[in-house]
């Protein structure tokens, strides 16, 4: 190219040799290797991976450029694994802008073959064309977009289920970047094709309408809407006995502020409609202190089934070794969705000058709030996607619902001498399984004290009143629902920079419904803690508790389990220990011992260690 040209010529030859005697630790290679070859890297150090062998892998390109806009560029792959696979890929792509037109366009070319120790020889021919054009306009730009995809696998002549082959095509138009408003509209169409009798057929045909929208005036108040309407018909009647699937997916957030910052609120609210995988739910053992659920034999059968796992106690946390994991299931539900979040938060102090000597009553007060609904029903009720707060679902047409709501109102927050806060929380939640509903319902009103005696003195006091409640339709022996009362005071020393003593004492008392059983408790605990913390020696933390629990009620089951909370009818002592030391090499290691002892079972002890690498 001649000097005087704009155009820049730039080439780039690169060569990567492997011997088949290395071995790697970690992936080296970027992620999208595997894909981009249509093949799966293995670890030649792995016993389950294929034999080692030796690699090639060289790299041609070639770009002929004048700005981002105009290039053409060229590139040219080839990988050889000696004995086991050959590939061949070439990239062509080219742009252009005239006259605010922009064109883009590429081509992706792979040939590969796969020999599997001369058993078979697995061929794959891949191709993508891609192609779009806009324009851009005063105040918008428009355009169109294409792309076609093809993957065919052979083993010996014939078609594998792996193949696929795809074109979609879509038109939108949207707001140039610096307009207040932005905006996009999308209207496109997809063809999908799957193997069939050695080559393909046409499987499934989709068409979708999607509408951004976002406004935003500063960081505090903005808000968007993401819509977009999805038509599937289902072409191979293998795939689905629904001809026709009409799906709907929307989303509002709104954040705004008022009255100099004295309310902030954020909303997010989504509705769709779709299909969901039936499912059952079942609990997968782990290494013990990892998982949340712990077994109790209640039947003392030694066989485990549903109604015997439980939620761990604060006191099991260590021992839990059950996870909860959901199984799919043959058939799918039709199901409308909704989902709201909202959070409000009060702030009275911006009405008070910040010159003020004296901060008054109503500037120490602020509160926050949350709510949280998720819903899913049958399609058969259509109000249900526009009034999220509808209470009058039934269960013939409910899938899963939960609702959870929190709200608190600080005095003095932050404060260095006193402060107080009361918290209102209420939850609730019902869910479909193949043998029915579970529902677990909650409410509580908490109150917090501080007041620092002195720089070394503070004493703090909780107390909560609620109630709890499960029900299970299928095993109803595992339903209850129980009210409650907990005071929790406590006094903490603090000694210069590392030293830290808390004692406290805890008192619990619940009632169960007659319905239920009837059973009461009252546990009644003392103890103490002390820490020590200091940057080149690590965390210490012991403890020691004493627990009396007076249980009315049968403590194999799990009603008993829940207002035991993992202890023995009785006097219970509990303790504990635990280090942390953070060496210079970035590797922190812990160790952490638990113990218990109880009037009627054995001492338990649980012991750890746990090393991490921090990056």
């Not at 992706?108 to 993508?128: A, G, H, V």
């Not at 496109?188 to 509408?211: K, V």
């Not at 677990?440 to 009103?445: I, Y």
Request: net charge positive; proline share 1%; no cysteine.
């Amino acid at each position: 190219i001649k000097d005087s040209s704009l155009w820049t010529i730039k080439t780039d030859l690169d060569y990567e040799m492997i011997t088949k005697n290395y071995a790697f630790v970690e992936r080296y290679r970027n992620v999208e290797f595997d894909r981009n070859w249509n093949k799966i890297l293995t670890n030649p150090a792995a016993t389950n991976q294929s034999i080692p062998a030796l690699e090639h892998i060289g790299n041609l390109s070639l770009k002929l450029y004048k700005s981002n806009h105009d290039f053409i560029r060229n590139q040219t792959e080839l990988f050889h694994r000696k004995g086991y696979f050959n590939g061949l890929s070439n990239k062509l792509s080219a742009g252009f802008l005239w006259n605010d037109w922009r064109i883009r366009s590429g081509i992706d070319m792979l040939e590969s073959k796969s020999f599997e120790i001369d058993t078979s020889t697995r061929l794959n021919q891949f191709y993508s064309f891609t192609s779009s054009i806009d324009k851009s306009f005063e105040r918008f730009s428009g355009g169109v977009n294409f792309i076609s995809e093809q993957s065919r696998f052979y083993d010996n002549d014939t078609i594998l289920f792996q193949s696929y082959r795809f074109s979609s095509y879509d038109a939108f138009v949207k707001s140039n970047d610096t307009s207040k408003i932005q905006y996009q509209l999308k209207i496109g169409q997809r063809l999908d094709d799957r193997p069939r009798n050695n080559g393909f057929s046409r499987a499934t045909l989709g068409r979708n309408i999607t509408f951004d929208s976002r406004y935003s005036k500063n960081s505090f108040q903005r808000i968007s809407l993401n819509t977009t309407l999805r038509q599937l018909e289902v072409k191979d009647s293998t795939l689905s006995s629904k001809e026709v699937e009409n799906t709907l997916q929307s989303r509002i957030e709104f954040d705004f502020q008022l009255f100099k910052r004295f309310v902030r609120s954020k909303t997010f609210y989504q509705i769709g409609t779709g299909q969901e995988q039936r499912r059952e739910f079942q609990y997968l053992q782990v290494q013990p202190g990892n998982g949340i659920y712990i077994w109790n034999d209640y039947d003392s059968n030694g066989l485990k089934t549903l109604n015997e796992f439980e939620m761990a106690s604060e006191l099991d946390k260590a021992r839990a070794d059950y996870i909860k994991i959901y199984t799919p299931v043959a058939g799918f539900i039709t199901t409308n969705s909704t989902k709201l979040t909202q959070s409000v938060e009060l702030n009275p102090a911006v009405f008070v000058s910040k010159n003020a000597k004296k901060k008054s009553i109503i500037g120490r007060f602020n509160s926050f709030s949350t709510l949280l609904i998720d819903k899913k029903v049958l399609p058969r009720l259509a109000t249900f996607l526009v009034n999220p707060l509808n209470e009058g679902v039934q269960d013939t047409s409910l899938i899963n619902q939960s609702q959870n709501f929190r709200t608190t109102l600080f005095y003095n927050r932050g404060n260095s001498k006193y402060s107080l806060d009361y918290t209102f929380l209420s939850g609730n939640s019902k869910i479909l399984l193949t043998n029915g509903f579970d529902s677990r319902l909650s409410h509580s009103h908490v109150f917090n004290g501080r007041y620092s005696l002195s720089r070394l003195i503070t004493v703090t006091a909780k107390g909560s009143i609620g109630s709890k409640a499960y029900l299970s339709e299928f095993f109803g022996n595992r339903s209850y629902d129980y009210d409650y009362y907990e005071i929790q005071p406590m006094v903490q020393l603090v000694l210069g920079t590392s030293h830290r003593i808390e004692l406290k004492s805890k008192i619990f008392d619940a009632l169960n419904s007659n319905l239920y059983g009837g059973e009461t408790t009252r546990n009644i605990e003392f103890g103490g803690e002390y820490r020590y913390a200091k940057a080149t020696k690590g965390a210490l933390n012991l403890g020691i508790n004493y627990i009396n629990v007076d249980y009315a009620g049968s403590s194999n089951s799990t009603l008993g389990y829940e207002l035991l909370r993992g202890l023995q009818n009785g006097n219970n002592v509990t303790w504990k220990l635990n280090y942390q030391q953070t060496m210079s090499n970035n590797i922190q290691i812990t160790i952490s011992y638990d113990g218990r002892s109880s009037e009627t079972s054995d001492v338990i002890h649980i012991g750890r260690v746990v090393a991490r690498y921090l990056f």
